[in-house]
């Protein structure tokens, strides 16, 4: 069964250091998105993403936050420079159809970023 | 201020017993609302999606309802199973939505043997 593939499972890094999570979503999906879930928190919105461009993003997914699909496979997600706070379990998820029309999502077994 | 929220926080039952979960949403102008399961460390997966005209929706043991008018839903597990060990989390779409999602903390449900 097709699914959504992450990397790396787990990243610690030093805070101000710069942080790139890659994703690989269903191939034939079209839409992608990136969620984060802080340890003991609900999951929260960061960007979507269609036709290679930001479609919607979240207060979080502030200046240091950046999303890519360089490729036709893979779908990044770039922290410049890392703080405290922006450690939690990052989920990748896509889908076929957009939210308007019920699509739904698959999502990755997500990146765990730590930072210290 | 959209949001939702999940009751109990919370439950264990014996395994074959079935329980059901509560959601209550804010979230306005409504497009949908889902069910997902969220094993410890693992991404959500998908149960059941519903819009606004839909009252009940069933996938396997699992029977989500929806009532729009009050603005509340609940999710049947039938004859639960150790497997059913999960969080699980209701999550609800805005009319106009293209990814942001409002999450609620889940029901942490635990089936003992």
């Known amino acids: 069964e097709p699914e959504v593939t992450q990397t790396p499972s787990h990243q610690v890094t030093q805070m101000g250091q710069e942080v790139i999570l890659r994703c690989v979503p269903i191939?034939?999906?079209?839409?992608f998105y990136w969620y984060r879930q802080i340890l003991g928190q609900k999951v929260e919105f960061l960007v979507s993403?269609?036709?290679?461009?930001?479609?919607?993003k979240s207060e979080i997914f502030d200046d240091q936050f950046s999303v890519e699909r360089p490729d036709g496979s893979n779908f990044t997600l770039k922290i410049r420079s890392t703080k405290l706070e922006d450690s939690a379990m990052y989920f990748c998820?896509?889908?076929?159809?957009?939210?308007?029309?019920?699509?739904?999502?698959?999502f990755g077994e997500g990146s765990r970023l730590t930072v210290l | 201020k959209n949001q939702v929220e999940q009751s109990p926080q919370s439950l264990i039952i014996l395994e074959g017993k079935n329980c059901t979960l509560q959601?209550?949403?804010?979230?306005?102008?409504?497009?949908?609302l889902r069910w997902y399961k969220q094993d410890t460390g693992r991404g959500p997966v998908s149960l059941t999606i519903?819009?606004?005209?839909?009252n009940t929706k069933s996938n396997g043991r699992y029977t989500a309802t929806l009532d729009a008018d009050t603005k509340q839903s609940s999710l049947h597990i039938t004859a639960s199973q150790l497997s059913d060990s999960a969080s699980y989390i209701c999550?609800?779409?805005?009319?106009?939505?293209?990814?942001?999602?409002?999450f609620g903390k889940g029901t942490k449900l635990s089936v003992k043997p």
């Open positions: 998820a896509s889908s076929l159809q957009g939210l308007k029309n019920t699509g739904e999502l698959f």
């Open positions: 191939s034939n999906h079209l839409y």
């Open positions: 993403f269609y036709n290679n461009e930001i479609s919607e």
């Open positions: 959601c209550n949403y804010t979230v306005s102008p409504f497009s949908n």
């Open positions: 519903m819009t606004f005209s839909e």
């Open positions: 999550v609800v779409s805005a009319k106009g939505s293209q990814g942001n999602l409002i």
